[in-house]
């Protein structure tokens, strides 16, 4: 058997070498500053409708409380999306094929995708559950329509982190320096993005950051970004959505399962945070590593062609 490398990803890496060379902090600053617009954009919105609710004397209760947010963050996520794709585009001059949009498979790698996604998350909650970790604790409350708009908003969600982090971040950066480079530098900015959410841990970095490493070698083996896009939304939606558990420290309000965290095991099932700051996802997500590092390098129909 041949040794994993990431030596045959040169290919993937070659097409975002379009434009001249930056240093690797100035990548870095450039993911940053589009993180914090869409952060701020999202506040300044947020209290500008929270304003005019308060001054037409509209109470704001039950479910509401946790839906009227997430009308905020979709328009947010589109803009984070939009500035990505014009800064890649027309500052960086790289085609949108050097982001990962093959005009091939991309229906079969993203239902292979959201496949992907909801297998690792189930596997996190099978050994979080025999560890003791989890209970189940019976159906939740989630209104057709509602369910709707969590799809809509994760699949938007998922996919703008990954058009960050992978598209642009890891080969804009691996274009001019080594693919690992790349990789940890994706992962670890990946993983800082999430420093202010609620009740975040050690463990939980670490989770995070072997997430972004397994994503971006996902994302490098399938020369593509729809697969990973979607295993992303899909790990959040039924985390979230579907299984009723903590999201990266955000506690969803409404889901079509409850599960519950039992005391004194957060270390196995992440507690406040959610699965992902416990030893079951750290668990799935090592396997989950080896398993993509030893698939072949995928050779797109697509390779050479388009810039545009």
Not at 142 to 147: A, E, H, Q, T
Not at 267 to 291: K, N, P, R
């Amino acid at each position: 058997m041949k040794r994993p490398t990431l030596k045959n990803t040169a290919p993937v890496f070659a097409r975002g070498g379009e434009h001249s060379e930056k240093q690797l902090m100035q990548n870095i600053l450039i993911v940053l500053l589009f993180f914090f617009i869409v952060q701020a954009l999202t506040l300044i919105a947020h209290d500008l409708l929270y304003a005019v609710i308060h001054t037409a004397g509209i109470r704001i209760t039950g479910e509401e409380q946790y839906t009227v947010p997430l009308y905020l963050t979709l328009p947010a996520r589109l803009i984070d999306i939009a500035l990505v794709l014009v800064y890649c585009r027309f500052l960086e001059r790289r085609g949108f094929r050097s982001m990962g949009f093959t005009r091939s498979r991309a229906v079969s790698d993203y239902l292979i995708g959201i496949a992907a996604g909801a297998a690792m998350l189930s596997a996190s909650i099978g050994i979080a559950m025999l560890g003791g970790g989890l209970t189940f604790a019976g159906t939740g409350k989630m209104p057709v329509l509602l369910l709707l708009l969590f799809i809509i908003g994760w699949m938007i969600q998922g996919f703008s982190e990954e058009l960050g982090y992978r598209s642009y971040l890891m080969i804009s950066t691996g274009a001019y320096h080594k693919p690992l480079t790349a990789l940890l530098v994706s992962a670890v900015c990946f993983a800082a993005g999430h420093c202010g959410n609620q009740n975040i841990t050690a463990l939980a970095y670490v989770n995070l950051a072997l997430y972004a490493v397994f994503a971006g070698i996902y994302f490098l083996r399938t020369d593509s970004v729809w697969g990973v896009a979607a295993m992303h939304s899909t790990w959040n939606f039924m985390q979230g959505t579907f299984y009723g558990i903590e999201v990266s420290g955000n506690k969803p309000v409404n889901s079509v399962l409850v599960m519950s965290a039992n005391s004194g095991k957060d270390l196995l099932s992440g507690g406040t945070f959610g699965l992902e700051g416990g030893l079951a996802v750290t668990a799935v997500l090592v396997v989950s590593i080896a398993v993509v590092l030893l698939l072949p390098q995928r050779k797109q129909p697509d390779a050479p062609a388009a810039t545009a």
